[in-house]
């Protein structure tokens, strides 16, 4: 007796589902595509997939990171922060999470920077937050200061007009003096002439998760000179002459755009069109630098030394609220193999 067609398409069916199911079961084990790696779902938040730790060899604490002539395995590295005095309840938050999560483990040293001496307090309480060697750093005035070309009448005038716009921190000098530091100064200060990697920790940041492996190792093992964990969108209102400066500096300096660059990440329009056209031509998309680990010879490089003085001169950091990620950002789309930078 034949089987009417619906039955035998319903056999087929079930037999496909079950083939399927097997598959799924029993199947290779699926690897989640890190970010970037299509652009298939790009709503899609890469925070949530598992990641787990990066392919290659790995430096554990199992030995080599003992204190003080045990540590042979550390590298030339620090974790780094530039912090106020009254800022000490939220850096050793900081830092207690960081030492509970990783350092206590490696035990790199902590240098802290800071444009007026640090109180015996801060000392106190933050050596007391690890077992590693900290560093208390003073900040030269002539890195600090405002530049001699700056008009102080344009900035009053300009900083008015940021606090108008509503752009966060706009009106605070000393917010603008830190920009202007962090993007082009701070490795130019003697504790850091030696030095080779940094990892930038913010007062008052969070590291949920345990790792277990040398991160500065796997930078340098690795050929990585940036690691970054997220990126944002700035505000267009705080860096209005930001790309049409680079764009000038470009137009000078042609040999300095890598062959392997990000230009389409920082120029994107599709995503958000009104951020491209309201910083005139950059999409404003940056890596956050509350979190930042990188190589110093990047910042030390011929391109980004004169990059940083065209910027400078251009008075941006102070007529504008130009930040230090957004500079720092752009100059790595730009001058840097785009394969060494590392989520």
């Known amino acids: 007796m034949a089987i009417a067609r619906p039955i035998r398409v319903l056999a087929l069916a079930a037999i496909g589902l079950w083939i399927f199911f097997i598959y799924q079961v029993f199947g290779p084990e699926k690897t989640p595509k890190p970010p970037g790696e299509t652009l298939e779902n790009m709503e899609r938040d ?85 077992k590693a060697e900290c560093r208390y750093e003073l900040i030269p005035k002539e890195h600090w200061e405002v530049p001699s070309w700056i008009d102080e009448e344009i900035f009053a005038e300009s900083a008015k007009i940021l606090q108008e716009n509503d752009i966060q921190y706009g009106a605070m000098k000393s917010y603008h003096q830190m920009c202007r530091w ?40 690795h050929n990585k000179t940036y690691g970054f964990t997220i990126n944002l969108y700035d505000a267009p209102a705080s860096i209005p002459t930001l790309w049409p400066e680079t764009v000038k500096f470009l137009a000078a300096h042609p040999e300095y755009i890598h062959e392997n660059n990000a230009m389409n990440w920082l120029t994107d329009k599709q995503r958000r069109p009104e951020h491209n056209k309201n910083a005139n031509g950059y999409s404003t998309c940056h890596f956050w630098s509350n979190f ?47 394969s060494k930078i590392h989520w």
């Open 46 to 130: 890469p925070n949530l997939d598992l990641t787990g730790e990066p392919e290659g060899l790995l430096f554990r604490a199992d030995q080599g990171y003992g204190l003080g002539d045990q540590g042979t395995a550390r590298i030339n590295a620090t974790l780094l922060s530039l912090v106020r005095n009254e800022e000490i309840d939220g850096m050793v938050q900081a830092m207690q999470d960081l030492e509970r999560t990783w350092n206590s483990k490696f035990n790199y040293p902590w240098t802290f920077f800071n444009d007026v001496p640090f109180t015996d307090e801060f000392k106190k309480r933050t050596q007391a937050e690890t």
């Open 182 to 221: 962090n993007s082009g100064l701070f490795y130019k200060h003697p504790a850091l002439e030696h030095m080779q990697f940094y990892w930038r920790v913010e007062p008052k940041v969070h590291f949920f998760c345990d790792v277990d492996y040398d991160v500065f190792r796997y930078m340098a093992d």
């Open 292 to 338: 930042e680990i990188a190589d110093l010879s990047v910042w030390r490089s011929q391109a980004y030394e004169d990059y940083f003085n065209h910027l400078d001169r251009a008075g941006g950091f102070f007529y504008e609220r130009w930040g230090d990620a957004p500079v720092h950002s752009i100059a790595l789309g730009l001058f840097e193999d785009a």
